[in-house]
């Protein structure tokens, strides 16, 4: 071979050969290259060339990606969600209008499967956008989508904010756009499931490119719920204010803006207890409007909240059927059954709890009793309404409810409204407190139905850091001297439960109360000693659900409005009755007793017309503006309520002189009611005696005998001559009372989360959908 060193070739080079190479004589030494490329010197004495490497990784170092592994799999990974968009978008039409925009009729049954009522055709009428005015326009804008014109149909910043919300317990929220709204309203149903939120997604970007942004809006006008069964914007106008949308001003274009994040909760006119909530949101879109530059600062400032008109029902929801119906509905949307507006556009066969011999019996109690007496010479007699309900409480179902006279002439359910004060029939949950905690007096004597408690009017009430400055009247200001809790609860004596109150915890009071069944939630409801006489307002349905609780010796279980419900022939799943034993059953029991007393001989004596052993308690709200009666036999308990209200202005009236009477108490026409009523219920039923186990020491203060006496007659049903009215009507039956400030030791509350509309103050009304950073966010299931 030649002596001429042999250079290396450089295809070989390039195939990265690693082996050492040399001359045939090995003289010429070998140089390597980084990446160990080996060339050999030239023969002007120069490094051959070869291509420069990288260290071998070693140890951990080997187990990491390399950066061109991870640029190619992001690389991967975008190509495959831009295929699948791709995909979707071709894929997935825009479908016809769906069949559910033509609603069907929800037919509703009572328990034994005739029919109630029948929720009939769908108030809508279409109208172009050209006749709806640009204030109405940007009105709901403000409320849902304030970009709408400016973004494309899917936001995914609001997507994600919502998303978040939802997750970290704000609320359940949308980010839906309107875009996304009217496609779920019109092309598709309210399921809340991934197929339809894909379909969802993808209709709305193909619709945003081939529909105009005004023609999307139009249809989101006319395809949105707003309650009173009114679909579109139109028939919102006409059901709310009784103008067609053109007449609206801006206010009222505000306030149906509103309407959207929660028709039926923020119609003031069904649930005034939830006026606060409604204005807030209607304050929200106005103050959107003015940041948006709609809506001048000056003209937001003359602004005046438009309260909307009383609703006119269907005359096919005349009588109880309304009432009943709006509680049903209200059952099933705030159980999170179904949303309202998929119950609204029908097709729903609901079998109710209901029974109509029940139903029918307290119809005809309330108007032999208390309508049959009205006078319309009296002007306080037009104030007077009544309402309640009945539940079997073994089983937690509501057997009849009354709402009201007719649900055409009172659109408001008395049974459910939460703004009337449930006065001394709240006395009960202090003893039972008392009992369940074992609690002792202020000089350590063990409260029971016996234990003495000094009864003079006015007395103070005596904390353990001394006097507490509050000093409840009594009713006509009688001064009892010391007497035991049985003939406090008898003659329902305030300073004696004041201090009961006080001497158990009225943190536990509080919670004894909604461990019965009182929404936690409930206005007033606050932990002082002068929880104990009732300033609390409580629905009537909310107050039978706490006495049933009592009658099923402390075993508590949610009511139930609903026994069935279908669609084209398939069950709608219902939530399971979970009940659980709330207090002991000696504390329910002991109750009883003690309330059996007030029955006997005491201010419930009226409730014995119905002729079975009966347990009960009277109650009276500020200014004699309500009287109650709250009681059970071992098979129902029953709540009914006497009312004052101007039918005009909505403002709560004192019923002195009602139907010829000084004042309205609950041991009168609520009693009497309750015993009528209870009497036809159970008509055919023996009597049954209470299953009592009491607390230790206790005895039963009433023990009726084995073939009840016959109870004096009630009062024939004519009507009363007119008597004259007190000439102070400011003396109030139960007397004035200012609550002190509440302990610190009140365990603290959150909202509820059952979607049902409260007045808790920190309700959050903004929200409605992708409006800005400055929108809180919607809780419509999107």
């Given at each position: 071979?030649?002596?001429?060193?042999?250079?290396?070739?450089?295809?070989a080079?390039?195939?990265?050969?690693?082996?050492?190479?040399?001359?045939?004589?090995?003289?010429?030494?070998?140089?390597?290259?980084?990446?160990?490329?080996?060339?050999?010197?030239?023969?002007?004495?120069?490094?051959?060339?070869g291509r420069?490497?990288?260290?071998?990784?070693?140890?951990?170092?080997?187990?990491?990606?390399?950066?061109?592994?991870?640029?190619?799999?992001?690389?991967?990974?975008?190509?495959?969600?831009?295929?699948?968009?791709?995909?979707?978008?071709?894929?997935?039409?825009?479908?016809?209008?769906n069949?559910?925009?033509?609603?069907?009729?929800?037919?509703?049954?009572?328990?034994?499967?005739?029919?109630?009522?029948?929720?009939?055709?769908?108030?809508?009428?279409?109208v172009?956008?050209?006749?709806?005015?640009?204030?109405?326009?940007?009105?709901?804008?403000?409320?849902?989508?304030?970009?709408?014109?400016?973004?494309?149909?899917?936001?995914?910043?609001?997507?994600?904010?919502?998303?978040?919300?939802?997750?970290?317990?704000?609320?359940?929220?949308?980010?839906?756009?309107?875009?996304?709204?009217?496609?779920?309203?019109?092309?598709?149903?309210?399921?809340?499931t991934v197929?339809?939120?894909?379909?969802e997604?993808f209709i709305?970007?193909?619709?945003?490119?081939?529909?105009?942004?005004?023609?999307?809006?139009?249809?989101?006008?006319?395809?949105?719920?707003?309650?009173r069964?009114?679909y579109?914007?139109q028939?919102?106008?006409?059901?709310?204010?009784?103008?067609?949308?053109?007449?609206?001003n801006?206010?009222q274009?505000a306030?149906?803006?509103?309407?959207?994040?929660?028709?039926?909760?923020?119609?003031?006119?069904?649930?005034?207890?939830?006026?606060?909530?409604?204005?807030?949101?209607?304050?929200?879109?106005?103050?959107g409007?003015?940041?948006?530059?709609?809506?001048?600062?000056?003209?937001?400032?003359?602004?005046?909240?438009?309260?909307?008109?009383?609703?006119?029902?269907?005359?096919g929801?005349?009588?109880?059927?309304?009432?009943l119906?709006?509680?049903?509905?209200?059952?099933?949307?705030?159980?999170?059954?179904?949303?309202?507006?998929?119950?609204?556009?029908?097709?729903?066969?609901?079998?109710?709890?209901?029974?109509?011999?029940?139903?029918?019996a307290?119809?005809?109690?309330?108007?032999?009793?208390?309508?049959?007496?009205l006078?319309?010479d009296?002007?306080v007699?037009s104030?007077?309404?009544?309402?309640?309900?009945?539940?079997?409480?073994?089983?937690?179902?509501?057997?009849?409810?009354?709402?009201?006279?007719?649900?055409?002439?009172?659109?408001?359910?008395?049974?459910?409204?939460?703004?009337?004060?449930?006065?001394s029939?709240?006395?009960?949950?202090?003893?039972?407190?008392?009992?369940?905690?074992?609690?002792?007096?202020?000089?350590?004597?063990?409260?029971?139905?016996?234990?003495?408690?000094?009864?003079?009017?006015?007395?103070e009430?005596?904390?353990?850091?001394?006097?507490?400055?509050?000093?409840?009247?009594?009713?006509?200001?009688?001064?009892?001297?010391?007497?035991d809790?049985?003939?406090?609860?008898?003659?329902?004596?305030n300073?004696?439960?004041?201090?009961?109150?006080?001497?158990?915890?009225p943190a536990?009071?509080?919670?004894?109360?909604?461990?019965?069944?009182?929404?936690?939630?409930?206005p007033?409801?606050?932990?002082?000693?002068?929880?104990?006489l009732?300033?609390?307002?409580?629905s009537?349905?909310?107050?039978?659900?706490?006495y049933?609780?009592l009658?099923?010796?402390?075993?508590?279980?949610?009511?139930?409005?609903?026994?069935?419900?279908?669609?084209?022939?398939?069950?709608?799943k219902?939530?399971?009755?979970?009940?659980?034993?709330?207090?002991?059953?000696s504390?329910a029991?002991?109750?009883t007793?003690?309330?059996?007393?007030?029955?006997?001989?005491?201010t419930g004596?009226?409730?014995?017309?119905?002729?079975?052993?009966?347990?009960?308690?009277?109650?009276?709200?500020?200014?004699?503006?309500?009287?109650?009666?709250?009681?059970?036999t071992?098979?129902?308990?029953?709540?009914?309520?006497?009312?004052?209200?101007?039918?005009?202005?909505?403002?709560?009236?004192p019923?002195?002189?009602?139907?010829?009477?000084?004042?309205?108490?609950?041991?009168?026409?609520?009693?009497?009611?309750?015993?009528?009523?209870?009497?036809?219920?159970?008509?055919?039923?023996?009597?049954?005696?209470?299953?009592?186990?009491?607390?230790?020491?206790?005895?039963?203060?009433?023990?009726p005998?084995?073939?009840?006496?016959p109870?004096?007659?009630?009062?024939?049903?004519?009507?009363?001559?007119?008597?004259?009215?007190p000439?102070?009507?400011?003396?109030?039956?139960?007397?004035t009372y200012?609550?002190?400030?509440?302990?610190?030791?009140?365990?603290?509350?959150?909202p509820?989360t059952d979607?049902?509309?409260?007045?808790?103050?920190?309700?959050?009304?903004?929200?409605?959908?992708?409006?800005?950073?400055?929108?809180?966010?919607?809780?419509?299931?999107?």
């Amino acid at each position: 071979m030649s002596d001429e060193p042999q250079l290396i070739d450089g295809d070989a080079a390039a195939t990265g050969d690693r082996h050492s190479t040399n001359d045939t004589n090995g003289d010429t030494p070998a140089t390597h290259g980084m990446d160990g490329v080996v060339g050999v010197d030239r023969a002007d004495g120069k490094p051959a060339k070869g291509r420069k490497g990288r260290p071998r990784r070693t140890g951990w170092r080997r187990l990491l990606p390399t950066w061109r592994l991870v640029l190619g799999g992001f690389l991967l990974i975008v190509l495959l969600v831009a295929g699948g968009l791709v995909t979707g978008y071709l894929l997935v039409d825009i479908p016809a209008a769906n069949k559910a925009a033509i609603a069907q009729s929800n037919v509703f049954l009572y328990s034994d499967g005739s029919q109630l009522a029948r929720e009939g055709q769908v108030n809508r009428e279409n109208v172009p956008l050209s006749q709806v005015p640009k204030r109405t326009q940007h009105a709901v804008l403000a409320a849902e989508d304030r970009d709408f014109y400016s973004e494309s149909a899917i936001n995914p910043e609001a997507m994600v904010r919502a998303a978040w919300n939802t997750a970290t317990g704000k609320g359940k929220q949308s980010g839906s756009t309107i875009t996304q709204q009217y496609v779920k309203n019109y092309y598709l149903d309210q399921e809340q499931t991934v197929s339809r939120k894909v379909k969802e997604f993808f209709i709305a970007i193909k619709l945003d490119r081939e529909v105009s942004k005004d023609k999307i809006l139009e249809g989101y006008l006319n395809t949105s719920y707003f309650g009173r069964n009114a679909y579109g914007i139109q028939a919102a106008a006409q059901a709310y204010y009784g103008k067609d949308i053109g007449k609206l001003n801006t206010a009222q274009s505000a306030y149906l803006a509103t309407l959207l994040n929660a028709p039926s909760a923020y119609d003031i006119v069904s649930h005034p207890q939830n006026k606060r909530q409604a204005v807030a949101r209607w304050n929200y879109v106005l103050d959107g409007m003015v940041k948006k530059g709609w809506l001048s600062r000056a003209e937001r400032n003359k602004m005046t909240f438009p309260a909307p008109t009383e609703a006119r029902a269907p005359s096919g929801m005349s009588g109880q059927r309304g009432y009943l119906v709006e509680a049903v509905e209200d059952y099933l949307t705030s159980n999170g059954i179904i949303d309202e507006q998929t119950l609204a556009r029908g097709g729903y066969r609901i079998t109710t709890t209901i029974d109509k011999k029940k139903q029918d019996a307290f119809t005809e109690a309330v108007r032999d009793r208390l309508m049959s007496k009205l006078s319309k010479d009296r002007k306080v007699d037009s104030y007077v309404r009544a309402g309640g309900a009945s539940i079997d409480p073994k089983t937690g179902k509501v057997v009849a409810l009354y709402g009201g006279i007719d649900y055409t002439k009172q659109f408001v359910n008395n049974a459910t409204r939460r703004d009337y004060q449930v006065g001394s029939t709240f006395k009960p949950f202090v003893f039972t407190s008392a009992v369940r905690y074992g609690a002792t007096t202020q000089d350590g004597q063990t409260i029971t139905q016996d234990t003495l408690y000094n009864g003079d009017n006015e007395r103070e009430v005596i904390g353990p850091d001394g006097p507490t400055g509050y000093s409840p009247a009594n009713e006509d200001d009688v001064d009892y001297g010391d007497i035991d809790v049985t003939t406090a609860t008898d003659n329902s004596v305030n300073s004696v439960y004041a201090q009961m109150a006080e001497d158990v915890g009225p943190a536990k009071v509080k919670q004894t109360a909604i461990d019965l069944g009182v929404p936690k939630n409930t206005p007033d409801l606050h932990a002082s000693p002068s929880i104990a006489l009732g300033p609390a307002t409580a629905s009537v349905l909310d107050m039978t659900e706490a006495y049933a609780t009592l009658a099923n010796h402390g075993e508590h279980g949610k009511y139930s409005l609903v026994a069935e419900m279908t669609k084209d022939g398939a069950q709608i799943k219902l939530p399971a009755r979970d009940s659980r034993q709330a207090i002991p059953r000696s504390a329910a029991d002991t109750t009883t007793s003690i309330l059996q007393s007030v029955v006997d001989g005491g201010t419930g004596t009226a409730a014995q017309a119905a002729e079975r052993p009966a347990a009960g308690k009277t109650g009276t709200a500020e200014e004699d503006k309500a009287a109650w009666f709250a009681g059970y036999t071992p098979d129902l308990a029953t709540v009914v309520a006497v009312m004052g209200q101007d039918s005009n202005t909505g403002v709560q009236k004192p019923l002195y002189g009602a139907t010829g009477l000084d004042r309205v108490n609950g041991g009168g026409y609520p009693a009497e009611i309750w015993a009528q009523y209870t009497a036809g219920a159970l008509d055919g039923k023996p009597p049954a005696d209470f299953d009592l186990r009491l607390e230790d020491g206790t005895d039963t203060p009433y023990d009726p005998p084995a073939t009840p006496e016959p109870p004096a007659p009630l009062p024939p049903v004519v009507t009363t001559p007119p008597a004259t009215v007190p000439s102070d009507p400011s003396i109030p039956t139960e007397p004035t009372y200012s609550p002190p400030a509440e302990p610190t030791t009140e365990p603290p509350t959150t909202p509820p989360t059952d979607g049902f509309p409260t007045d808790d103050p920190t309700f959050d009304p903004g929200g409605g959908g992708p409006g800005g950073p400055e929108d809180p966010g919607d809780p419509e299931s999107g």
